[in-house]
């Protein structure tokens, strides 16, 4: 807890707080809310041929996150960080997984700050081990569709782990990846998805003015399932506005486009877990991906009612 700091505004008493005096330590027996949880791990994205870095992002996203405006929503928790410091990543996977399903049995919202985006596999696994048979429906802002075939797991590989999984389970995989760049995912990509029923939307169709179309796209899969798992592969967003990742976009979605699109999945009241990832504060810029990470993290909170 020593990490969550910042200004206090004493003289302009309790309606003043920020995100630093409203966080609690993760205990038995508190009310349901949401749960900060870490996933300090950089080996799928080293197992990637990435930038390294992102195994420092749960500290610094925690940094970004302790001076914002509390405006209160669901109590807020800290439930510590999952380390990956011995290469061992599938072992790893589980003990996030772990970590997850025990934030959801106790009534709790993961919010989990990675790590690569190797984080998709525990934090699934862990929704899905407390899901009670639940149809998830997988909703992943990413630039790559993540859907690599590869001997390990890895950064690249999350979604084809979780759609082997879901076929070993004998459950539907279902999987919408918005932000899509043709320029970094292979016809071999395109063709995978393809194969495995998945939805998406291109980048270049998530412009501001198609934010309508986006719009619909992400009700009808929001309501064709039972539970939604958010994930927000940083690097989706402009280089200018997320400078902070192991692949920077050329091109990427605004974040005012990411930011209506998330904040309408957390209004739905199917959302059961959510996680920021490829954060690297080695390539952050005067802050500037620090911030923007905080703030689509605060968007998500922002919506959530009791």
């Known amino acids: 807890m020593s990490m969550w700091t910042g200004r206090v505004d004493a003289a302009e008493g309790e309606l003043a707080r920020r995100w630093h005096q409203a966080v609690q330590p993760l205990a038995a027996g508190v009310a349901p809310g949401i749960a900060i949880l870490g996933f ?15 195994v420092a992002g749960p500290l610094a996203l925690r940094r970004a996150l302790a001076n914002l405006a509390w405006h209160p929503t669901l109590p807020l928790y800290d439930a510590g960080t999952v380390v990956c410091d011995d290469g061992d990543l599938d072992a790893a996977h589980q003990r996030l997984a772990a970590a997850v399903t025990a934030i959801v049995q106790a009534g709790h919202l993961p919010l989990v700050l990675g790590g690569g985006h190797e984080t998709a596999y ?24 993540d859907l690599r075939q590869a001997e390990e797991a890895t950064s690249g590989t999350p979604f084809a782990q979780i759609a082997a999984e ?3 389970r004998g459950h539907s995989f279902r999987y919408l990846c918005l932000g899509v760049a043709e320029t970094a995912n292979t ?13 998406w939307r291109l980048d270049s169709d ?3 003015w198609q934010l309508a179309d986006a719009r619909h796209q992400l009700a009808e899969f929001v309501d064709s399932v039972d539970a939604v798992y958010l994930t927000i592969d ?4 402009p280089a200018a506005q997320m ?12 974040i005012s486009v990411v930011e209506a699109l998330v904040s309408r999945i957390a209004r739905s009241g199917k959302l059961i877990g959510a996680d920021l990832v490829e954060f690297n504060p080695t390539f952050d810029q005067d802050s500037h991906g620090a911030k923007a990470a905080a703030r689509l993290a605060w968007s998500i909170t922002r919506q959530l009612r009791r």
């Not at 016809?187 to 939805?199: H, I, T």
């Not at 940083?234 to 967003?237: A, E, K, N, T």
């Not at 192991?246 to 605004?254: E, I, L, M, R, T």
Request: proline share 3%.
């Open 187 to 199: 016809r071999a990509l395109f063709q995978s998805a393809a194969n495995l029923g998945a939805e």
């Open 166 to 168: 879901c076929a070993k």
């Open 122 to 145: 525990g934090h699934w696994l862990g929704l899905a081990n407390a899901s009670n048979g639940k149809r998830i429906g997988i909703v992943n802002f990413d630039a790559h569709f």
């Open 243 to 254: 400078p902070a990742v192991s692949a920077p976009a050329g091109y990427g979605v605004d």
């Open 234 to 237: 940083l690097d989706v967003l």
């Open 206 to 208: 998530m412009t501001a």
């Open 40 to 54: 300090a791990c950089d080996e799928g994205v080293r197992r990637n041929q990435g930038r390294t870095g992102a």
